[in-house]
């Protein structure tokens, strides 16, 4: 099941992956990892058309499967929708919520995706809600009120530490490169953790993504409060993929893990 204590690594793939090299990928990750010490959990988050085929394989070596968005809806006349329960019926115990591809490119507002993350943890589903700032509210100096408000308006009543994880993305991070400090990184996470427990009195574990590689993983995992990472096109790569978790594995302290508690 779900193991919270952990650093957390979540491979992304977005819309990517067809099911012949998919199954591959992921059959080579799993004899990686095997006979490995379990260190670190490890989910993939591949396009909801793979994931029947995935699922067997991911049960085999251990590694969590989830989802890249679902349906605030339970079923019914919503073409195109995903919902909870069917994600769950695939194999999935986790969902990525409120991506900024998808809060950008299909204007998911908040609030959607605060319905969204209810209707997650009514399946039985670990939402991983993603917050983080354009690089345009960054110039402009209002990052801290744009994560303030989207952690308010995003986060279910529903959500507690074992059913919610948050993921701080910088939008301008993600897909160039580019990362902020790790000081910056730190800060944000304090801010992010501090506000979760004035706002719902509940701690979280935060994620941080944009731009995670082998190459920055471990100095990512060392900052507080970073309990794991949201690796997108890195997560495409078996080398890369692998050293992202290598270094959680060997990163891991239980003060360095982004826990709160
Ligand atoms: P990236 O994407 O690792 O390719 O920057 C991260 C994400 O979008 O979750």
């Not at 408000?149 to 948050?166: C, D, G, K, T, W």
Request: charged share 20%.
């Amino acid at each position: 099941m779900v193991n919270t204590s952990l650093p957390f690594i979540a491979g992304n793939w977005k819309m990517n992956g067809l099911k012949v090299p998919a199954m591959e990928l992921v059959t080579a990750l799993g004899a990686a990892l095997t006979n490995q010490p379990k260190e670190c959990e490890v989910a993939i988050f591949p396009p909801a058309t793979l994931l029947i085929s995935l699922m067997n394989i991911c049960k085999q070596y251990g590694i969590q499967l989830g989802g890249q968005d679902c349906s605030s809806e339970e079923k019914g006349a919503f073409t195109g929708d995903i919902s909870a329960a069917m994600l769950k019926d695939a194999g999935c115990n986790y969902v990525i919520l409120g991506h900024s591809e998808r809060r950008c490119l299909h204007l998911e507002t908040s609030t959607t995706i605060r319905d969204k993350a209810a209707a997650a943890h009514r399946a039985g589903l670990v939402t991983i809600i993603c917050v983080g700032e354009t690089q345009e509210q960054r110039e402009k100096g209002q990052a801290l009120a744009v994560i303030h408000q989207q952690l308010v308006e995003s986060i279910p009543l529903s959500a507690i530490y074992e059913n919610s994880i948050i993921a701080y993305e910088p939008v301008w991070a993600i897909g160039t490169g580019k990362t902020p400090t790790l000081e910056e990184i730190r800060d944000t996470h304090h801010f992010i953790a501090d506000n979760a427990l004035k706002q719902f009195e509940k701690p979280f574990r935060i994620l941080y993504g944009g731009s995670v590689k082998a190459a920055n993983a471990k100095d990512l995992l060392l900052v507080p409060q970073v309990g794991g990472l949201l690796v997108g096109g890195a997560s495409l790569e078996k080398g890369e993929f692998l050293g992202i978790i290598e270094a959680a594995r060997s990163s891991s302290s239980p003060r360095r893990r982004g826990s709160i508690r």
